[in-house]
């Protein structure tokens, strides 16, 4: 191409040309839906500790400790082609401590819990694939998992979407999803009630609806449906019956499940901070209803640091066939478990987070980020909105302490 | 290869794009988007919509909070003060107020103290622009992209269809015009340059590879009051239509910078203008009040980039 | 105890709440018409969820809505993770997103 110009390129030209550089390659102002443009890496080590069972609670002499779990988390996310980007999830979990087992009343008539003699030590592997495809107003993603652990394997796959209306106001969101688990417990050939191999089919359908409000806020409600085929029972619980009979967990084999959650988004630039607020509402087939509130402020300090302090409040009801320990007369119902994740109660949760962005432009420009946080979940029978006439002595407090750090090129 | 020509109107002018591409569909989707691309930007810049960047700004002129504006405007406004320091302030982003005062369509000329008062709104130099905050200091002061979006626009359409694919084409946004590249064969594309005294004539042709060229005229939206021309380009610092060039066309590697030039060419008059243009170093052609024709591009088959 | 701690949680929630009322700017009527530049046969799907009654935020106008903290999930591996945790030792399932396996938690 011939220069333009003559023999001297005149001070004002040159300041015109290198202006008007700046204005090359801006991008396509978010007209269409566009892949994500950087490589994303992240990595996050959890260490999760449950308390121990308070002795009111268990046996005297029996193990009071629980369980404890540290996850690995690795991530990475890149696009691929203009329309089609993907991410790669890999988990590795080592799980370890003894868990509930079965309800015992005491002299008063009151449950208390029996831990697993032997300490369980279990490794979980789970890998998650995404891919997304964009079009001009849509995208379409596909999504396949694979989960193991000593005894249970789970294999997964999803497809979702989204569109956009009103020029990208408010976008139509969908997904179905799909799971094949099969359980094979590992002490099945030495305890008798064990189940041998079952399997159980998950399928997921959800909608929903995202509305702009305006510059700085959003809205989004959204329905999901979830229908739980197959052994759905926990295989490692029994039901006590009054007069030293052990029942194995009994639960339905089919569950349908409803839920509803609203979430919202504002961001308040005055204090530089940004607050989500969540409800979603439960319903199950199996009489299980909750309520989950989350609050979250995300304050940021600059542009390298944002602190982030959240609450939650959960509360259940207690599935129809939930007894703490059964009668003398044995079972007045086909299904029954006394797993107290399936009794009345409430949980709060409150959770503290700190995260560090800096760059460093050596060989590229790199976007770090240090994270840490710490959660706190307590859960009691009268933290539930109604209160149930017995708390489920096995109810769960635990603390989650967690690092990660994050690169984005 | 075929040629495929999509006209269309937009900036208040008729426009016309032609692509040359592999299939029919092909061109049409390169067009569309192209076609796309000029009417965001002319929603986005409109004087005339509620919801444009240009309305919102104009809004907050007295407030001292001032917009923050998204990068593409920042970086337009970069360019329009760098405009500015290059032409001692005769290339202005704030002078469209003046046309409250100078209605071209009332045929009436306005009086000295009503062209004073609306002077006070009027200077760049009065704008608080640290990017991305503007502040336009007093209530009634306008900002006006109207002066380089098209010149703009027509660089950004050349781009995006560069981008897509399209190796060769040129767009035409009501006389800016900027090339996406010379014909397959090689051939440029041969632009005419109207002459001020005929419409239907044109004054010398230019022959375009790449880049861009814009014409400014005094004849696109005048006024004849007893006999004087008073046209649409009015000086920023005397409040006053221009007078001088006729017409000024100027071809640069983009239609930005060769509006520009135009511009402020026109805005400096006859001879000072015609010297800057000299300065400038890029090929021009310029038409003054006698009809003299004068340039680099002057003779008739001038090759220009 | 409990039951005060949990009207107290309450309360701070319906506050924060409170102090995010969103002051709706309804905009002027004179939305735009885009239908001049889009005529294509239109899904029964568009035509129901068209609407020119609220606010359209334009591209240019979307700094703030693309911050990261103003994505539903800031830090995916934190929320899958957190999800995780809950569905494994809560009845509930989570609501939100398809995809994602199941596990055999105790």
């Keep these: 191409m011939r220069r333009q110009g003559g023999s001297k390129d005149s001070a004002t030209l040159r300041a015109l040309t290198t202006s008007a550089l700046a204005l090359s390659g801006l991008a396509r102002v978010a007209a269409a839906d566009t892949p994500i443009d950087d490589i994303q890496t992240s990595y996050s080590y959890s260490t999760y500790s449950e308390d121990d069972l308070p002795n009111s609670k268990g046996l005297p002499i029996s193990e009071h400790s629980r369980y404890e779990v540290k996850t690995q988390q690795a991530r990475l996310a890149a696009p691929i082609t203009d329309h089609i980007d993907f991410s790669l999830d890999v988990t590795h979990e080592k799980m370890s401590g003894a868990s509930p087992w079965y309800n015992v009343p005491d002299a008063a008539g009151a449950p208390i819990q029996v831990m697993s003699g032997p300490t369980i030590e279990d490794e979980r592997n789970d890998i998650l694939l995404k891919s997304s495809y964009y079009l001009e107003n849509a995208r379409m993603g596909l999504i396949g998992g694979y989960s193991k652990e000593n005894d249970y394997k789970s294999m997964n796959f999803g497809w979702d979407g989204e569109t956009h209306f009103n020029e990208k106001n408010t976008t139509l969101s969908g997904g179905l999803g799909l799971s094949f688990d099969e359980i094979d417990p590992t002490d099945a050939d030495t305890e008798p009630t064990r189940p041998v191999h079952e399997t159980k089919q998950t399928y997921s359908l959800n909608v929903g609806l995202a509305q702009i409000l305006n510059r700085r806020s959003l809205v989004q409600s959204s329905l999901s449906y979830a229908f739980g085929n197959g052994y759905l029972s926990d295989p490692y619980k029994e039901v006590y019956q009054k007069g030293a009979i052990y029942h194995p967990d009994e639960r339905p084999d089919t569950r349908h499940a409803f839920s509803w959650l609203t979430r919202y988004a504002r961001h308040i630039e005055e204090v530089e901070a940004t607050v989500h607020l969540s409800y979603q509402y439960y319903w199950d087939t199996w009489g299980v209803s909750s309520h989950t509130i989350e609050a979250a402020w995300y304050q940021s300090f600059g542009d390298s640091l944002q602190i982030t302090p959240s609450i939650r409040y959960y509360t259940q009801n207690e599935a129809d066939f939930y007894v703490s320990y059964l009668p003398l007369s044995g079972p007045t119902d086909d299904h029954f478990s006394s797993d107290y994740r399936l009794s009345t109660y409430g949980a709060l949760g409150f959770g503290i987070k700190a995260e560090y962005t800096f760059r460093t432009p050596w060989v590229t420009d790199i976007q770090w980020k240090l994270k840490a946080a710490y959660e706190r979940y307590i859960s009691a029978g009268d933290l539930a909105w109604d209160s149930p006439a017995v708390e489920a002595p096995g109810l769960v407090d635990f603390k989650v302490l967690s690092f990660g750090i994050s690169a984005v090129f | ?305 | ?106």
Excluded at chain 2, 168 to 173: F, K, N, P, S
Aim: aromatic share 6%; glycine share 10%; with cysteine.
């Design chain 2, 1 to 305: 290869m075929l040629l495929a020509r999509h006209p269309f109107r937009a900036m208040g002018s008729p426009c016309e794009l032609h692509v040359y591409g592999e299939t029919r569909a092909l061109c049409d989707s390169v067009a569309e988007l192209a076609i796309a691309e000029v009417r965001r930007l002319e929603q986005k810049y409109s004087r005339y919509r509620d919801d444009s960047v240009t309305t919102s700004i104009n809004r907050s002129a007295g407030d001292p909070a001032g917009v923050t504006v998204d990068e593409e405007t920042a970086r337009l406004l970069d360019y329009a003060a760098t405009a500015y320091a290059s032409s001692d302030g005769l290339f202005d982003p704030t002078s469209g107020v003046l046309r409250r005062v100078w209605n071209l369509k009332s045929g009436r000329v306005p009086e000295p103290n009503e062209i004073e008062a609306v002077l006070g709104l009027v200077g760049w130099s009065r704008v608080h622009w640290a990017s991305p905050r503007l502040i336009l200091p007093h209530a009634g002061m306008e900002l006006d992209f109207g002066g380089f979006v098209k010149e703009y626009a027509a660089d950004r359409v050349a781009e995006l269809c560069r981008a897509h694919g399209a190796r060769h084409g040129m767009v035409d946004l009501g006389g800016d015009l900027a090339a996406i590249g010379p014909h397959p064969d090689g051939r440029p594309w041969v632009v005419g340059i109207r002459d001020p005294r005929s419409p239907e004539g044109a004054m010398a042709s230019v022959r375009l590879h790449t880049g861009g060229i814009a014409t400014s005229g005094d004849y696109e939206r005048c006024m004849i009051v007893d006999g004087v021309r008073y046209t649409h380009v009015l000086d920023p610092r005397t409040g006053r239509p221009v007078t001088g060039l006729r017409s000024v066309s100027v071809v640069a590697d983009r239609c930005l910078i060769a509006g520009t030039a135009t511009t402020i060419a026109m805005l400096k008059g006859a001879r000072d203008g015609a010297l800057w243009l000299d300065e400038l170093g890029l090929p021009n052609l310029r038409m003054n009040d006698s009809g003299e024709i004068s340039g680099t591009l002057a003779n008739a088959e001038a090759e220009a980039a």
């Design chain 3, 1 to 106: 105890m409990k039951r005060r701690l949990l009207c107290s949680v309450a309360l701070a929630l319906s506050l924060s709440g409170c102090a995010t009322i969103e002051s709706f700017e309804w905009p002027s009527f004179s939305s735009p018409d885009l239908s001049e530049y889009t005529e294509r046969p239109r899904s029964y799907l568009e035509i129901c969820l068209e609407h020119d009654f609220l606010l359209r935020v334009k591209p240019w106008e979307r700094a703030v809505l693309s911050r990261e903290d103003m994505a539903w999930e800031p830090d995916p591996l934190e929320a899958a993770r957190t999800s995780h945790t809950y569905f494994s030792k809560e009845a509930s399932m989570p609501g939100g997103s398809a995809g994602g396996g199941g596990c055999g938690c105790n």
